[in-house]
């Protein structure tokens, strides 16, 4: 299969294609303040902005904690207890405050019906990936599920792209990387694989149209394979 993803991109073939969650598939913002607000409270520590996490998440919960701490003025020391916290919370809230993006579940059928392997490949963790997928109707579009806390390393370093690519038994040249931010386009480019970013997601607050990508989309249903 061939995907095309704008007017002025070439056609390159692929087998499979690996999807971000956050900000490609799902909006989580608002799980994601919550959880901070929640986390901050229990440590009486001020609150922090819908802005601030719009720019903060896509690294990792690991990442967001440490930013988080250091926006308020919190010592780093406090990082034990806020990981817990975070880890309490984001299960009670996870999806509850989310949207599906307009157009990943036509996309996603797009995909799946030109016979495309699937796998979903995040940085956030597994398993609360897992339950997001399955609570908003996505988990039974991907033959693989990957967080943050599969491998050894997280996005943007290639390896958890190389390592998806394994598992689905497909040449990371023909397995399309689609995503959102500029931690997706570097994981790609480093693995070799072909990448289209979404413009409506979260790219730490950068233009997304300035990352180095091979297309770019305003709806994941834009994407087009041939």
Not at 3 to 23: C, E, F, N, P, Q
Not at 160 to 187: H, I
């Amino acid at each position: 299969m061939k995907w095309r993803a704008t007017k002025a991109s070439a056609g390159r073939d692929i087998d499979a294609a690996i999807v971000d969650l956050d900000g490609t598939l799902v909006d989580t913002l608002g799980d994601f303040h919550a959880v901070l607000l929640a986390v901050l409270e229990q440590l009486t520590l001020p609150p922090v902005d819908r802005a601030f996490v719009e720019r903060s998440i896509g690294k990792g919960s690991e990442h967001l904690i440490r930013t988080t701490l250091a926006e308020v003025g919190a010592p780093a020391s406090l990082y034990g207890d806020a990981w817990a916290a975070y880890q309490s919370h984001y299960a009670r809230v996870n999806g509850d405050l989310a949207d599906v993006y307009p157009g990943a579940i036509e996309g996603l059928q797009a995909l799946r019906g030109h016979g495309l392997k699937l796998a979903c490949l995040t940085n956030k963790p597994t398993a609360f990936a897992r339950d997001l997928l399955a609570m908003k109707g996505l988990a039974s579009f991907f033959d693989i599920v990957f967080g943050g806390d599969a491998f050894e390393r997280k996005k943007p370093d290639p390896l958890p792209l190389l390592k998806t690519c394994d598992a689905l038994g497909t040449r990371p040249e023909r397995t399309l990387m689609v995503g959102d931010s500029s931690n997706d386009a570097k994981a790609a480019r480093a693995a070799a694989c072909p990448v289209v970013l979404v413009t409506y997601g979260y790219n730490h607050g950068e233009p997304v149209r300035a990352v180095d990508a091979d297309g770019f989309v305003d709806r994941l249903d834009e994407l087009q394979i041939a």
